[in-house]
């Protein structure tokens, strides 16, 4: 298979442990990958897809690079956080939609100094076109990195992540991760077809786009990207829709969730993403859907910069 070449950005492996506690309370063996810890800003998995796409950008000379998401992307942080690591200047423009004020991860940005602009609209192609128009303006080289992260080649940050489980050394039956705009859910599949033989991988969407297409499309392109003669169906992957009552907005299970792993292990997930996730597989447990002797890893993706921002209603 290709190799990509890669900057280098955060602190790999992350840890794989053992939840002792909530393994008692659910009746199963769950671990946590700890993405959490990918060791730029407060870490998160938007670090091992920018490993790829700001060494893409570096190469064709880019010093400006552009992102998008909603105003407390973690993505659009740590995108911020990374290029200037770079030496590369982020321009984020972002929808105008969420928390604005200088809170989360808009009080991370104030802090980086990152040149933040929001505009007023639903369509991310308006975004895309402002970029372009600010980029030319600037007469200087820029990258324009899509919401999430989440293209072919951002994509191969969560293939190479599966290869780093291989290399961990252990095996687990099930993979459970948030999806958000597709790209770590479709990399951890693809990744599991290639590297991790008899693991199913079960994305929890947070929210609702369509999935069912977006998540073998994305891996169909990765594995292009790669050359890996591989077929993608819909049997190598499952979804769960977790999103309740909408994208950004907390829900019940989900705060339940983000509790309980407070409570019982120390570990902070956040409303938006991994407390959605969790609260997925701890349906899928009550449900009996992990058997007697099955191991179960869950996808730490971060957000930690959301979690003082958003309002979780309580
Ligand atoms: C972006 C994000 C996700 C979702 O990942 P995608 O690749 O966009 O699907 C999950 N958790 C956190 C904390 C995120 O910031």
């Not at 959490?36 to 490993?51: F, H, P, Q, S, Y």
């Not at 802090?111 to 600010?134: K, Q, S, W």
């Not at 292009?224 to 169906?233: F, K, N, P, R, W």
Request: glycine letters at 12%; charged letters at 25%; proline letters at 4%.
């Amino acid at each position: 298979m290709k190799e990509f070449p890669k900057v280098s950005l955060g602190i790999f492996p992350t840890p794989i442990q053992k939840l002792h506690n909530i393994s008692r309370i659910l009746g199963a063996d769950i671990y946590i990958k700890r993405d959490d810890m990918t060791g730029i800003a407060l870490g998160g998995n938007k670090v091992r897809k920018l490993e790829y796409l700001l060494a893409d950008a570096k190469e064709k000379g880019a010093e400006i690079v552009f992102t998008t998401g909603g105003a407390q992307s973690n993505h659009a942080m740590l995108t911020a956080a990374s290029a200037r690591k770079l030496g590369m200047e982020p321009i984020l423009i972002l929808k105008k939609r969420g928390v604005t004020e200088k809170k989360g991860n808009q009080l991370l940005n104030s802090l980086m100094g990152v040149d933040v602009r929001f505009m007023d609209t639903g369509d991310y192609a308006d975004i895309y076109a402002e970029m372009d128009r600010v980029g030319e303006a600037s007469g200087k080289p820029y990258y324009k990195i899509p919401c999430g992260g989440s293209n072919a080649l951002g994509t191969l940050g969560y293939v190479e992540c599966a290869r780093e489980i291989r290399d961990q050394g252990m095996h687990f039956d099930h993979i459970i991760c948030a999806e958000g705009s597709g790209g770590t859910m479709a990399g951890m599949a693809l990744g599991a077809k290639l590297f991790l033989p008899g693991t199913r991988v079960t994305g929890m969407m947070v929210d609702t786009d369509p999935f069912d297409e977006i998540t073998p499309a994305l891996m169909r392109e990765a594995a292009a990207l790669l050359g890996a003669d591989v077929e993608i169906t819909q049997e190598d992957f499952a979804l769960r829709d977790m999103c309740g009552p909408g994208y950004a907005i907390a829900s019940e299970e989900g705060n339940a969730a983000v509790s309980m792993m407070a409570r019982e292990e120390g570990i902070f997930l956040d409303p938006v993403y991994t407390g959605k996730a969790f609260a997925g597989l701890i349906a899928m447990a009550k449900e009996g859907a992990f058997k007697p002797g099955e191991t179960v890893l869950f996808l730490h993706t971060g957000g930690a910069g959301g979690l003082f921002a958003i309002d979780m209603n309580d």
